[in-house]
């Protein structure tokens, strides 16, 4: 969920297409090249259309999105369930929502595969916005590759900022 970790998985990728196939290794370059300028031209993108969030803090319903959050400055102020597959208990819920009216947060994100009753009952609690996103592309509409899928969780925030449809 990091650019430059995506980066870099391209640059290691073509490295090992190139030992594996070394005649093509010109063509593994520069399509390796492209992608990366692709990849840079969203992260600014990303960096300039999520600044009015840039020093705050959100909610996640599961860790999903702590390196996309970090990459652009935005807090990880709480997760709703942090141990896969256990459901969080009362006392937990009540630490994040006080946490979220404490501070303000008024989003929280969540991913598809994780079911809705929990991150609704704490929006309805707090006034926040539950916002759908993924880390996996291809689990939303329009996320059939990675730069579609960060463009994609990108609008899907955007619009609970009210900020949404933004022209490419």
């Known amino acids: 969920m990091d650019i430059e970790n995506a980066r870099r998985m391209v640059i290691a990728i073509a490295e090992g297409m190139i030992r594996a196939d070394p005649s093509h290794a010109d063509d593994y370059r520069r399509n390796a090249d492209l992608y990366i300028k692709q990849l840079l031209v969203l992260d600014k993108k990303i960096r300039n259309d999520l600044s009015p969030l840039t020093g705050q803090a959100v909610v996640t319903a599961v860790p999903a999105f702590t390196y996309f959050l970090k990459r652009y400055g935005i807090e990880e102020a709480a ?89 490419e």
């Open 79 to 167: 997760t709703i369930i942090s141990v896969p597959g256990k459901e969080a208990s009362g006392r937990h819920l009540r630490s994040v929502i006080t946490l979220m009216r404490k501070r303000g947060i008024r989003i929280i994100l969540t991913v598809p595969q994780f079911p809705p009753r929990i991150p609704n009952l704490v929006a309805e609690e707090t006034g926040a916005v539950v916002v759908v996103a993924t880390q996996l592309p291809g689990s939303l509409p329009g996320t059939d590759t990675y730069i579609e899928m960060l463009r994609e969780d990108v609008r899907r925030i955007l619009n609970a900022l009210g900020k949404g449809d933004q022209p």
